[in-house]
Nanobody
């Protein structure tokens, strides 16, 4: 099993920045896609950004140009840098990992391990 622990959520003002981090422990996965999903009370959980073990990345349209996902392959950890934050970025951010490449899709049902979530509030 893989355990994921997120950190970095906070309350910030619009225009500010945050860096979310997620570290995996437990089983190692050779081929994986790892990244961030966001959930708000009025929406289903949606993909924000993911990165594959092959360093391919994918971002949802609303964060393109304001968001950078990166990883440390040796530790199976990912970070999400969010800049120029907007109120609509508010939500609980979950780290998740799936086996296999990202395949150009978020497909949250294909992710088998999830963190507990970290709250991001932008006002």
């Amino acid at each position: 099993q893989v355990q994921l622990v997120e950190s970095g959520g906070a309350s910030v003002q619009a225009g500010g920045s945050l860096r979310l981090s997620c570290v995996a422990s437990g089983d190692t996965i050779g081929r994986y896609c790892m990244g961030w999903f966001r959930q708000t009370p009025d929406k289903e959980r949606e993909g924000v950004a993911v990165i594959g073990c092959d360093d391919t990345t994918m971002y949802t349209n609303s964060v393109k140009g304001r968001c950078t996902i990166s990883q440390d392959n040796t530790k199976m950890s990912v970070s999400l840098q969010l800049d120029n934050l907007r109120p609509e970025d508010t939500g609980i951010y979950y780290c998740a990992v799936r086996e296999g490449y990202c395949y150009g899709r978020f497909a949250k049902n294909e992710y088998h391990a999830w963190g507990q979530g970290t709250q991001v509030t932008v006002s």
